[in-house]
């Protein structure tokens, strides 16, 4: 009993990845969030149609970013009828992803409505409700990028998401603590992707981004960091950058790493920078095409124990090896 309590805990140890200091503060609403979720505001017209039509906006800076995989089941004629008001139901659940709050309990949306009105339901991106459905959209967003390349089936359970939580890992489950966050929420579902797809070894301990620890450590955070970034970056930004990650440094960059960043292949920085300048399409001294599915099949239950090993794959595929050690001098070695 003694020996599988150690090792429980060993496994724990290892699959927990914590920023340090470079994380982020637990929000003050930990542990009290509503789990039956409500609109910031509501936009009411007159309906153009038989049908209500139910839309959801995040609001941000007058910015509006649309809810996605949004399903409502409106009331039926007869009820519309014989009430005034009607109550809407919002359907939330996703194919690969569980959002859960307190008592891992996943959220609700339910609101009253006039059958002959439009709705337009707005979520404010720091309120609560806004950050679930910040989080909700990346989630999606990932399903939806993996269905797209042919290469969601290998998760045959649902990933737990647990928000708000006391900090920002993965442990088994993702743990959120600022839903709007995009990149840091993109970055742990990243290490749920990457366990569950074997694709490098997982490793847990102290680090910062612009320091050098072990060659695990870093492929596994410079990996999670890269899927943000495929996820929610443009891939021919040529100012691409994470909003929130490492508030220290923030913004950062993801084409180029400054010049007072740790370098070699133990660094993180330099290892999403690597993985980001094989996909993507901005031409900056380098001219590799290689797609976000050639390196996850390349990549695929490997379980890499360093960048270093990822690169030597690469070459082993056939890609050009002028142009890969080009792009690794680059952002590995910073020269």
Known sequence: MKYAFLLTALIFTFNIHAHESDLSSAPNYLNKIDRRLKPDSIEITN???????????????NIREDVLNFKYTVPSKEECLSQSKNLVKIDLDLDKFKIVGD??????????????????????????????????????RISKNLKDIKRDEFLTSKIKIKFPSGGDYYNGTVNVTKGYQWDVVGHEIGHAIYSHARIGRSAG??????????????????????????????????????????????????????????????????????????????????????????????????????????????????????????????NIEGR
Request: net charge negative; hydrophobic share 35%.
């Open 47 to 61: 309906s153009r149609g038989s049908d209500s039509q139910i839309t959801a906006v995040i609001l941000k800076n």
């Open 103 to 140: 008592w891992n309990r996943e959220y609700e949306l339910e609101f009253e409505a006039d059958c002959s009105k439009d709705y337009k339901l707005i979520f404010n991106y720091d309120s609560p409700a806004g950050e679930y459905f910040k989080i909700r959209n990346i989630a999606y």
């Open 205 to 330: 301990g102290s680090h910062r981004i612009d320091e050098c620890y072990s060659k695990e450590l870093a492929l596994s955070e410079g990996w999670a960091s890269f899927f943000s970034a495929w996820v929610s970056v443009d891939l021919n930004d040529p100012m691409a950058k994470f909003e929130y990650m490492v508030p220290r440094r923030a913004p950062l960059e993801i084409e180029h790493v400054p010049g007072d960043v740790c370098t070699g292949p133990t660094n993180e920085w330099r290892v999403y920078s690597f993985l980001w300048d094989l996909i993507d399409l901005n031409n900056d001294n380098e001219n590799v095409e290689i797609s976000f599915k050639d390196l996850w099949d390349l990549s695929f239950r490997k379980y890499f124990p360093s960048i270093t090993d990822f690169k030597d794959e690469i070459l082993k595929e056939g890609f050009d090896p002028v142009l890969i050690n080009i792009v690794w001098d680059q």
